[in-house]
C-alpha cells in the first residue's frame, strides 16, 4: 500500500505526525513561521520536517496549521 503519513522520532516516543495528504504542498507552511524555536523546515513548497533535536513539542505549528496536517502526540 502507499504511506501518507511521515512519522518524526522524538526520543522513543512520536512528537510530531505529519499527513502528507492533507498537506496541499503548493504554499509556504504557516506553521514553520510559528515555531518558536526553529524546529521546523520546508523546501520547494513540500511537506514541512521536523527537526527533533530542536523541537519542544510546544504545540504551536498544530495550532496553525490550516488542514490539520500536523498532530502532535503526547
Known sequence: GVCY???IYKGD???ITVNEK?????HTCPAVKACPVG??????FNAP???????IDCGQC???CPRG??????
Open 22 to 26: 492533507r498537506c496541499p504542498q503548493n
Open 5 to 7: 503519513f511521515q512519522v
Open 13 to 15: 516516543c512520536m512528537a
Open 49 to 55: 520536517v521536523v527537526d527533533t533535536a530542536k523541537c
Open 39 to 44: 524546529a521546523l523546515m520546508q523546501k520547494d
Open 69 to 74: 496536517a500536523l498532530i502532535l502526540n503526547k
Open 62 to 64: 498544530v495550532e496553525v
